[in-house]
């Protein structure tokens, strides 16, 4: 019953957000609201339970035994909402203008070049490990130059998105901790075994940049062989629309001052001398202050500004409701151990590639914790009676990562797909269609190098 009752939730909130019925925020809120209710009805628990588990999802939870305390969405929150009150600080000061007019200057109109250089550039952000961060800062370096030159908003999410997904696999990112801890084998090992498939992936996320910025050549009616021919006019009114955005708000004579506030809370950050949200809320306070000086002006931007962080730190809120009750509720593990009965033990040393592709949608609307010590975690010992070692079956484990970064219970998701003002649902399938191939090069490529046996 609980695993009809989390397939239902999950349909459902996929449904009203894909129809716009409800906003982002009343999807993850209501819709597992509802169903919470209900579960505490069939299991028999007290209605009270649910607002626990709302609680844990949102803030934090102790384990009675151990004592471990589990973070709920509320760190990933203040990052969200102090990050973008930065950045927006930072974006009309004119912090981000050189860098936008240096690409508008290379690209020469061309969305090819541009759509190569967000790739890039995501790459090497999110060597870090932190999904928030990259999509803080690619966002900030590329929206704007997007909407000047009329790229599709939604490419930008995808191109910052897929070098996340395969990048977050790095000793030092989330699911291979996750991974490795839940599973029982050394980090090293695994990230060794699963290096290749990241390899291949990069390069075909390159490529699917390439593609769309071909593609957006195309539909822009960009012809390169006449990119030289741009004349200084129409230069000038593209440079233009960065320059003149309100201008009464830039600050060119701090320009370096910003740069080096910014670069330190980067490098702190990276160095995790301090929470994120601790260096963003004490930056954009120093920003403001030294910007704008007056009161009366701080008081102005704040409220101008708190429309663009607020509705990414309620999304990421609301988040922590949805897997607040999936997993309060006993649903997340319900689900968990359905899919795995639903691998045949007469597949034998065939069931870790198998494994791999029907766990793919189960990293993706689960929480990674809830995946990793839930499936992972069982199943590791289901083919451990087939000759498949720990090691072999941590890699099928991490074969859905292809897909993670579409999933509704990833906080900074709402941030991005606001930000480019796209629909949720919307992008998620945009996703599938560019990126469906990752998938499947992971497969293949850890088959041909033994990681995963068949």
């Not at 981000?96 to 541009?114: H, N, Q, R, Y």
């Not at 202050?289 to 990414?312: E, F, G, W």
């Not at 999933?407 to 919307?426: C, G, H, K, R």
Request: charged fraction near 15%; aromatic fraction near 10%.
């Amino acid at each position: 019953m609980l695993t009809f009752l989390a397939l239902a939730m999950i349909i459902v909130f996929i449904v009203l957000l894909s129809k716009n019925k409800l906003t982002v925020f009343g999807a993850l809120t209501i819709v597992p609201f509802i169903f919470g209710a209900i579960t505490t009805f069939v299991t028999g628990a007290s209605f009270l339970d649910l607002f626990d588990w709302i609680k844990d999802g949102i803030l934090f939870s102790v384990d009675e035994e151990t004592g471990e305390v589990s973070m709920g969405v509320i760190s990933p929150a203040i990052v969200i909402l102090f990050a973008v009150l930065y950045f927006g600080v930072m974006l009309n000061v004119g912090l981000f203008d050189p860098l936008c007019e240096f690409f508008i200057k290379k690209a020469k109109g061309d969305p090819l070049k541009v759509t190569m250089a967000t790739v890039l550039t995501a790459t090497v952000v999110t060597m870090n490990g932190d999904t928030t961060t990259t999509i803080i800062i690619c966002v900030a370096a590329f929206l704007q130059l997007y909407k000047q030159m009329n790229i599709k908003l939604i490419y930008l999410a995808i191109i910052i998105v897929t070098p996340i997904g395969i990048f977050n696999q790095l000793p030092w990112g989330g699911p291979t901790i996750a991974a490795s801890t839940a599973m029982g084998v050394n980090i090293s090992e695994l990230f060794a075994a699963i290096l290749p498939g990241m390899i291949i992936a990069e390069i075909f996320a390159i490529g699917m940049a390439y593609f769309i910025g071909i593609k957006e050549r195309k539909r822009l009616h960009f012809d390169p062989k006449t990119a030289k021919d741009i004349s200084p006019e129409d230069m000038q009114e593209m440079l233009n629309a960065i320059r003149l955005k309100d201008p009464e708000l830039k600050r060119p004579k701090l320009f370096y001052f910003n740069l080096i506030l910014t670069l330190i809370i980067l490098v702190m950050l990276v160095m995790d001398v301090a929470h994120g949200g601790v260096l963003f809320g004490i930056g954009a306070a120093i920003a403001l202050t030294v910007n704008y000086r007056s009161a009366k002006l701080i008081n102005q931007r704040l409220d101008d500004l708190a429309a663009d962080s607020l509705a990414p730190a309620l999304a990421t809120l609301a988040a922590g409701v949805f897997s607040g009750v999936l997993t309060g509720s006993g649903m997340s593990t319900a689900l968990a151990m359905s899919i795995t009965a639903i691998i045949p033990e007469s597949l034998g040393s065939n069931m870790a590639p198998i494994y791999a592709l029907i766990s793919a949608p189960a990293i993706t609307f689960l929480p990674q914790d809830a995946f990793y010590f839930g499936i992972a975690g069982v199943m590791a010992d289901v083919m451990a009676q087939y000759g498949i070692t720990a090691n072999e079956a941590a890699v099928a484990s991490m074969v859905g990562q292809a897909f993670r970064l579409i999933s509704p219970v990833i906080p900074a998701l709402y941030m991005l797909v606001a930000s480019t003002e796209t629909n949720f649902i919307d992008f998620q399938k945009k996703y599938i269609i560019y990126a469906w191939p990752i998938i499947f090069i992971y497969i293949g490529t850890y088959i041909l190098t033994g990681a995963l046996p068949i």
